[in-house]
């Protein structure tokens, strides 16, 4: 009885002494919404640094039924399979809440995380906010003069009303 007693404090000692992982070390469920902003826990959450320009809205007709949002939407749907990372870093004048979110790359090891604004300024998809980190404006950069998502000709859109 002793000796389970003993263990028992060991094994809780032990717990209280593990290291919490950070806000970012916990995957968390989230769903695009149609102006590709995030809801995640019942919150609103916009990824930091990233603006996503009205184009109006196209529907991704290979679903079934279609879904129709913004290209921005569509592409973070389509790339976020799983969970999120976010590290929030404040709140908006709407209420929501400002992220920087990144989803597991195929790295060895699993640790690997691609960062979503980066990605999606990357495709083409937003813009970088003022304010926003030096690598989202080179992504802009190389995103626009690769023409590149809403730097490239408008293929087919359905504009809402």
Known sequence: MRRIALASMLFLCAAALAPVPAAADVGQRALVQDDASLRIGGQTVRLYGVYVPDGGYTCETRLRPPRCASRAALALDFKIQGFLFCDYVGRNADGSRSAFCSV??????????????????????????????????????????????????????????
Not at 125 to 151: K, L, M, N
């Open 104 to 161: 597991r790359c195929s790295g060895i090891g699993g640790r690997c995380r691609e960062d979503l604004g980066a990605w999606l300024i990357g495709q083409g998809w937003a813009v970088a906010a003022p304010g926003a980190p030096f690598a989202y404006i080179v992504e802009e950069r190389i995103a626009r003069s690769r023409g590149f998502g809403i730097w490239g000709f408008q293929a087919d859109s359905i504009v809402r009303r």
